[in-house]
Nanobody, 122 residues
């Protein structure tokens, strides 16, 4: 089992920044691909970004150039830096872990955090 705890959400004005953190426990962190997903009200959960076990990174087109994912294996933590935020980025952001190579599909992730709310005001 893997336990994931997200922190760092909040309310920010458009153009502002936030940094989300996700602390993992229960498995060897370096063996996990770590993803971020988000879910806005009335919408399906969607891919935001993933960092692979070998530190490769991938982003949804909607966040490319504004968000940055990183991982610190010594701290068992993955981060998502959110810059130039837009109202359409408002959602609950979820951290997820998979023991597969990596994936953009939320159904392939085995472990999920509880989510953290990000609200961007215009």
């Amino acid at each position: 089992q893997v336990q994931l705890v997200e922190t760092g959400g909040g309310l920010v004005q458009a153009g502002g920044s936030l940094r989300l953190s996700c602390a993992a426990s229960g498995r060897t962190f370096s063996n996990l691909a770590m993803g971020w997903f988000r879910q806005a009200p009335g919408k399906e959960r969607s891919f935001v970004s993933v960092v692979t076990r070998s530190n490769g990174t991938y982003y949804a087109n909607s966040v490319k150039g504004r968000f940055t994912i990183s991982r610190d294996n010594a701290k068992n933590t993955v981060y998502l830096q959110l810059n130039s935020l837009k109202p359409e980025d408002t959602a609950v952001y979820y951290c997820a872990a998979t023991e597969t190579l990596y994936s953009f599909d939320p159904s392939t992730y085995d472990y999920w955090g509880q989510g953290t709310q990000v609200t961007v005001s215009s």
